[in-house]
C-alpha cells in the first residue's frame, strides 16, 4: 500500500519526468477528444433481472422510436454538437440490430451493453459489454436465465469486441472466482461492475461495508490471477469498493448532479430515452440509481477520467489514475490495448482514506 | 502600466502552451485570438483545460481550483487569472 501523504509539492512535469509515466500519459491523453452520450435504444428484454436499472423509473414506459431513420437523424445531429462517442443501452439493444447498425454507420466509436444472450452482428464495430451476475445458479435465480455463461461465450468467444463485466452484487462475490476461470480458460476479457441500488430499492443485493471489503480482496486477487483476461487496476479496486461512493470520492460530473452546464459531461452529456427525448435532471450513465449507493463501472469511467488535475499531486496517485484511464479505455475503445499496470498496490484516492 | 505589460505577457505564453499541449494547428502565439471562446470555437474540453492548467500551475507556481475551470473560456480570462493569482500570492 502506499499512501499519498507526502508535503512535497511535486510539479507535473517532475511527474511526467518518470518515463513509464511519460509513456502512459501520451498514451491515454490521445483520447481526451471522447465525448459520450448514452441511448436506450429498445425498451424491451429477452430477460428481466433483479436490481435492473431499466425497469425502475419513468424511462422504461417510453415507447420505442423503432425508425432508423429518426435514429440515423439523431445520430447526427449528435455528431453535430460534439459527440464523438456512443452507449448504446436499455433495455437490451440485441433486440434492435436494425437501430444499432444505423448508429455505428453514423457514430464510428462505442460500446453496446448487452445481456450477450442473442449475438449482435460483427458488422457493427463497437465495444460489446456482456453482463454477467454470477454463476449460472445465480443467474437462474436473479436473472431468470438458465446456461447464462455458456451461452454467453458461446456468442462472443474470439470475438474482439467482448468484454464481460461482472457485477458483484451483497451475494455473489465468491461466486466470481468460478465465473473468471471459466472465461480467463475461454480467452475472454473480464472486468468488473459493482452492483448500485437504484432508488428506493431494498433488496438484498446492496452492499454493505463488509461486502466492499470483500469484493476488493477478490477483485485484486483475480486481477493478479488472471493479468490476461481481467481488465482492472488496483486504483479500479479501490475506487468501485471505498466505503463512500463515486460522488462522494470524486463529485459526479454528470448532469443529473452536476448543475454547470460550462464545460464537460455537464455540458455535453445526454442520455436519450427509447422515444429520443432526455432530460437533463435525469442525465447520467445508469439513471435512476441512489447518488449516493453509485459504484457503477460506467460513471466512474467518466468520473474518475474527468478527474485528472486532483489526481497530478504526485508520482503515485498519477499512476494510479492512469492506470485507471488506460483501463477504461482498453474496456470501451475498439482497438485500444491495455498496458501493464503501473500500481501493482492500493493508492487512497486525493484527499481520502485508502478504503 | 507594468500590470498590462505582464497580462500580456502572460497571454502570449498561455496561447504558447494551449498551442504546444493541445497541437492546434493554423494559429500561432501572436495571432491566437485571446476573445475567443474555447470551448465553443476552439472545441476543447475540461481534460483539455485540465493539462493547460497543470502545465501553468508549474510554470507559474499557483494554484488553480477546479471549481474555476468553467470560468476560464478565453485565453484573456486565464491570463487575468493566472496575474491575479500572481498579485495575490506576492
Known amino acids: 500500500m502506499k499512501d499519498n501523504l507526502s508535503n512535497k509539492e511535486w510539479k507535473f512535469s517532475e511527474i511526467l519526468a518518470d518515463q513509464k509515466i511519460r509513456a502512459k500519459w501520451d498514451k491515454v491523453r490521445k483520447y481526451f477528444f471522447l465525448r459520450e452520450s448514452t441511448y436506450d435504444i429498445a425498451n424491451r428484454c429477452n430477460i428481466r433481472c433483479e436490481g435492473c436499472y431499466y425497469y425502475e423509473g419513468d424511462k422504461q414506459f417510453a415507447e420505442e422510436n423503432r425508425d432508423p431513420a429518426a435514429w440515423r437523424e439523431l445520430m447526427r445531429a449528435e455528431k453535430a454538437r460534439g459527440i464523438t462517442y456512443v452507449v448504446l443501452a436499455g433495455a437490451e439493444p440485441s433486440l434492435v440490430p436494425e437501430l444499432c447498425k444505423v448508429c455505428f454507420q453514423e457514430m464510428p466509436l462505442g460500446t453496446i451493453a448487452t445481456n450477450g444472450l442473442k449475438f449482435i452482428s460483427g458488422s457493427i464495430n463497437y465495444k460489446i459489454h456482456i453482463s454477467v451476475w454470477g454463476n449460472d445458479a445465480t443467474s437462474s435465480k436473479v436473472r431468470d436465465a438458465k446456461n447464462m455463461l455458456p451461452r454467453q461465450i458461446e456468442n462472443y468467444q474470439g470475438d474482439p469486441r467482448a468484454v464481460f463485466v461482472y457485477t458483484f452484487t451483497h451475494d455473489n462475490i465468491d461466486q466470481a472466482r468460478e465465473v473468471a476461470g471459466i472465461l480467463a480458460e475461454h480467452g475472454c476479457k473480464l472486468t468488473f461492475n459493482m452492483f448500485s441500488a437504484p432508488v428506493g430499492y431494498e433488496g438484498q443485493l446492496r452492499h454493505t461495508v463488509s461486502s466492499l471489503n470483500q469484493t476488493r480482496k477478490i477483485m485484486i486477487e483475480l486481477l493478479e490471477e488472471y493479468p490476461a483476461s481481467v481488465l482492472f487496476s488496483h486504483y479500479n479496486a479501490v475506487a468501485h469498493t471505498h466505503q463512500s461512493g463515486l460522488h462522494d470520492l470524486y463529485s459526479c460530473s454528470y448532469p443529473r448532479m452536476n448543475p454547470s452546464t460550462d464545460i464537460g459531461l455537464g455540458r455535453s452529456f445526454r442520455q436519450y430515452r427509447a422515444d429520443l427525448t432526455w432530460n437533463r435532471v435525469a442525465a447520467c450513465c445508469v439513471p435512476d440509481t441512489d447518488c449516493a449507493d453509485c459504484r457503477h463501472y460506467a460513471s466512474g469511467s467518466a468520473i474518475i477520467t474527468a478527474r485528472l488535475f486532483r489526481h497530478a499531486t504526485d508520482p503515485e496517485t498519477f499512476k494510479a489514475w492512469l492506470d485507471y484511464v488506460d483501463t477504461y479505455l482498453a474496456i470501451w475503445v475498439m482497438g485500444y490495448e491495455k498496458s501493464d499496470n503501473l500500481c501493482r498496490y492500493v493508492v487512497a484516492p486525493p484527499g481520502q482514506p485508502v478504503f | ?90
Not at chain 2, 470555437?41 to 471549481?67: C, F, K, P, Q, W
Open chain 2, 1 to 90: 502600466m507594468t500590470t498590462a505589460i505582464d497580462v500580456e505577457s502572460i497571454t502570449l505564453r498561455v496561447a504558447e502552451i494551449m498551442i504546444e499541449e493541445l497541437k492546434l494547428e493554423d494559429v500561432t502565439p501572436a495571432t491566437f485570438d485571446p476573445e475567443i471562446d474555447l470551448i465553443d470555437e476552439v472545441g476543447i474540453d475540461s481534460m483539455d483545460l485540465a493539462t493547460v492548467a497543470l502545465v501553468l500551475r508549474d510554470e507559474y507556481a499557483i494554484r488553480i481550483d477546479e471549481d474555476d475551470y468553467p470560468k476560464l473560456t478565453n485565453i484573456r480570462l486565464i491570463s487575468e487569472y493566472v496575474d491575479k493569482k500572481l498579485k495575490n500570492a506576492s
